[in-house]
């Protein structure tokens, strides 16, 4: 009888096993099949996408039917020769940076670790006419490029001026030519410090550094007031699609819409729509901000012999909406802080926003699981512009 009950408990378990690996094979092969047909209809989207959205060098583009509504009219033609004068170029330099807890789900297994963001834009606008109606720029993307880290340490940024940034010295790994406008070692005296700490404690460091696909590239934008972007043309490069639809959503004159009227006074308050930060995201985000954001007028002051307007962003939520076929992605950002318009030279000089937001990408294209990253980070931008060629 003991052998009988050996042999029926040798059979069941034998059951058990076969049954756990015929379970196990099958997810496999469901795995299989979903990687399969991700990647046939990864290829399946690629030619129509190459043939239909790039825009060729000097090939002038229409906005589309389908591009996002422009921001609002602001029908003050003066104004708006104001903040973008013909024949000047401006140098424009944005950051972004965000630090915080991450968690990150990948094929049901999910993680939490700290996250560290750094992004970097330089350009160079050159308005070659404005008839208070219609803007041409000639914009030129020096460089635009990001750095992420990820680690079980909780990192933070060194903070300091807009436009001083290290990427430029990682660039010359990526093909760069790591020449930027300014260079501090701020950056990496950090990077070298959390990795010494993760040495010490044999915590885990990711950290990539890579270019945005319009880093190097030269666009003419004609913008209409009241119509946005209306025309694109790539000069000496060509765009893709998702770049495409990035500079349709361009504000442009920004700066008109931060200081509607410059004859306002200290303490009045007006709204601002979200639209009108298109250009103060890293292009890397490439959603169109909706929602609105109050702004009121500080006391003026003088520096250096110049008069200033200090605008204090004190209310309002923006939201970005960058989902495709493929993912969900949406962004929210609640940002506080002031800007800083220049009277004199009649555009804004610089700008500082600190935010709390929340950030979600998810795959939607996904047999069985998911792939999810969830954050809710500290947030900081800031703004620097300045006229580089000044009559």
């Known amino acids: 009888m003991l052998a009988r009950g050996l042999d029926r408990q040798r059979r069941g378990t034998s059951y058990v096993v076969r049954t756990t690996l015929s379970l196990c094979v099958v997810i496999l092969l469901i795995a299989i099949a979903?990687?399969?047909?991700?990647?046939?209809?990864?290829?399946?989207?690629?030619?129509?996408?190459?043939a239909g959205g790039t825009v060729l060098p000097g090939q002038t583009v229409s906005r589309p039917p389908e591009a996002p509504p422009p921001p609002p009219t602001v029908g003050r033609p003066n104004r708006i020769r104001e903040v973008l004068q013909e024949g000047k170029t401006y140098e424009v330099i944005t950051t972004a940076e965000l630090t915080g807890p991450v968690r990150d789900k990948d094929w049901g297994l999910q993680t939490t670790v700290n996250l560290a963001y750094k992004a970097?834009?330089?350009?160079?606008?050159?308005?070659?006419?404005?008839?208070?109606?219609?803007?041409?720029?000639?914009r030129a993307i020096k460089s635009a490029r990001m750095l992420k880290a990820t680690s079980a340490l909780e990192m933070e940024w060194v903070l300091h001026k807009p436009g001083i940034l290290a990427l430029g010295l990682l660039e010359t790994a990526l093909g760069g030519t790591g020449e930027v406008t300014e260079v501090a070692d701020g950056l990496l005296k950090e990077l070298i410090r959390v990795i010494e700490q993760v040495a010490e404690q044999q915590m885990?460091?990711?950290?990539?550094?890579?270019?945005?696909?319009?880093?190097?590239?030269?666009?003419?934008i004609t913008y209409e007031d009241g119509?946005?972007?209306?025309?694109?043309?790539?000069?000496?490069?060509?765009?893709?699609?998702?770049?495409?639809?990035?500079?349709?959503?361009?504000?442009?004159?920004?700066?008109?819409?931060?200081?509607?009227?410059?004859?306002?006074?200290?303490?009045?308050?007006?709204?601002?729509?979200?639209?009108?930060?298109?250009?103060?995201?890293p292009p890397s985000w490439r959603g169109v901000p909706r929602g609105?954001?109050?702004i009121r007028r500080g006391?003026?002051?003088?520096?250096?012999?110049?008069?200033y307007a200090r605008l204090q962003c004190y209310q309002g939520t923006i939201r970005v909406d960058a989902t495709d076929e493929s993912r969900t992605r949406l962004a929210?950002?609640?940002?506080?802080?002031?800007?800083?318009?220049?009277?004199?030279?009649?555009?804004?000089?610089s700008a500082e926003l600190t935010a709390v937001g929340s950030m979600e990408e998810a795959s939607r294209d996904h047999l069985l699981f998911?792939?999810?990253?969830?954050?809710?980070?500290?947030?900081?931008?800031?703004?620097?512009?300045r006229i580089v060629n000044p009559r």
């Open 34 to 50: 979903a990687l399969v047909w991700k990647a046939r209809r990864s290829e399946h989207r690629k030619p129509s996408a190459n």
């Open 120 to 138: 970097e834009m330089v350009m160079h606008r050159k308005i070659e006419k404005n008839d208070g109606r219609q803007v041409i720029e000639l």
């Open 204 to 220: 885990n460091l990711k950290a990539k550094a890579m270019l945005d696909s319009l880093s190097g590239k030269t666009v003419r």
């Open 227 to 281: 119509r946005g972007v209306v025309e694109l043309q790539p000069v000496g490069c060509s765009l893709t699609e998702e770049e495409r639809d990035f500079l349709f959503a361009s504000a442009v004159i920004t700066d008109a819409f931060l200081l509607p009227d410059q004859q306002s006074k200290p303490g009045d308050v007006w709204d601002v729509d979200g639209a009108a930060f298109a250009d103060l995201l």
């Open 292 to 294: 609105k954001i109050s």
């Open 299 to 307: 006391e003026d002051f003088e520096e250096d012999g110049r008069k």
């Open 332 to 349: 929210s950002l609640t940002p506080r802080g002031e800007v800083k318009y220049n009277i004199t030279a009649g555009h804004v000089e």
């Open 370 to 385: 998911e792939a999810r990253f969830e954050t809710q980070p500290k947030v900081r931008l800031t703004y620097f512009c």
